[in-house]
């Protein structure tokens, strides 16, 4: 009989036809106890819960009926000794890297052998979608990296992580060496989850986070690279203030899109181009990754151009 605490796991069997909306849903949520999992494509799909008491399971549960009522959930409880905790988490948060930067879960902190070129970030495997594995995510870091190992120049560049969650994306920039960055987020408990994350990561400080919306976070004519990794819902009807936020030049890099709303999501912020930047020449480019997609917009200023 051990003697250590015990913290909690639920499980469910989800329909196949609702994945989707509690993905979207939990992915707004940081930090988050959730995480859905999926062993093969040819698996059905559970979503664990893991929680340290008792009534922070009930209400979770209670919070998940409410959000979608249609959902008939009964879910299985079992209680869990910290080492199956920590292990349960090693299941589905690992260790992945883009090129030069490596994204390393706490665990595997003194286990991961980081290349001597390599740019570790440490997460925390505890928070289940703010570890940096999500799809979308990993679509802005590449993005980033492309970026970072281009011929671009990159002296006093302003880079802004809007709608940060966990600030992996802003620690990743300040990992590869970009100097002035900052993170926002509407949500206080996520920016102390970036100040959280800081904690483990002290060789990247120098991070601005701050609780701020998609207007107050985006002063005009501020940004050179603006990374927005948040969904089509709330990208759609801020495209004006996001544009305009925009150096003369500057990349812009939108995530957090299913693959079935890219093209509305890119027509729409080409024709706010044309009417806020009609002078400047607009360069797009869109990658997938599983059922997600990103767009990257590359502004270059025409020498007459003002911004409307």
Not at 22 to 51: H, M, R
Not at 148 to 165: E, H, I, R, Y
């Amino acid at each position: 009989m051990t003697d250590a605490p015990l913290d909690l796991k639920i499980s469910v069997q989800l329909p196949n036809d609702h994945v989707e909306a509690l993905e979207s849903y939990f992915y707004e949520c940081e930090p988050n106890p959730w995480v859905l999992i999926q062993k093969t494509v040819a698996d059905p799909y559970y979503l664990n819960g893991y929680f340290n008491q008792e009534d922070d399971c009930t209400q979770a549960i209670a919070d998940i009926k409410e959000k979608f009522p249609q959902l008939d959930l009964s879910f299985n409880k079992e209680k869990l000794v910290a080492t199956e905790w920590q292990n349960a988490y090693k299941e589905y948060v690992k260790p992945w890297n883009d090129r030069l930067l490596h994204w390393v879960p706490l665990w595997a902190k003194e286990t991961y052998s980081v290349p001597e070129e390599g740019r570790p970030i440490y997460v925390d495997a505890g928070m289940a979608f703010g570890t940096g594995c999500h799809e979308t995510t990993q679509l802005c870091a590449s993005r980033l990296v492309d970026f970072f190992l281009s011929d671009v120049t990159k002296d006093n560049l302003t880079m802004v992580d809007a709608g940060c969650g966990s600030g992996i994306l802003a620690l990743s920039a300040r990992a590869l060496g970009f100097q002035s960055i900052r993170g926002f987020d509407n949500d206080p408990d996520a920016i102390k989850v970036c100040h959280d994350l800081l904690n483990h990561n002290p060789s990247l400080n120098q991070i601005e986070f701050s609780v701020d919306d998609l207007v107050s976070g985006l002063p005009e004519d501020s940004i050179d690279f603006l990374m927005a990794n948040i969904q089509t819902n709330i990208l759609l009807p801020f495209a004006e203030p996001i544009i305009k936020s925009l150096h003369a030049s500057a990349h812009l890099i939108l995530s957090g899109i299913l693959t079935k709303e890219i093209e509305l999501l890119k027509l729409h912020y080409l024709e706010k181009l044309n009417q806020l930047r009609p002078n400047a020449k607009i360069l797009t480019d869109s990658r997938e990754k599983g059922e997600w997609s990103d767009l990257k917009i590359e502004i270059i200023a025409c020498e007459s151009e003002k911004i409307i």
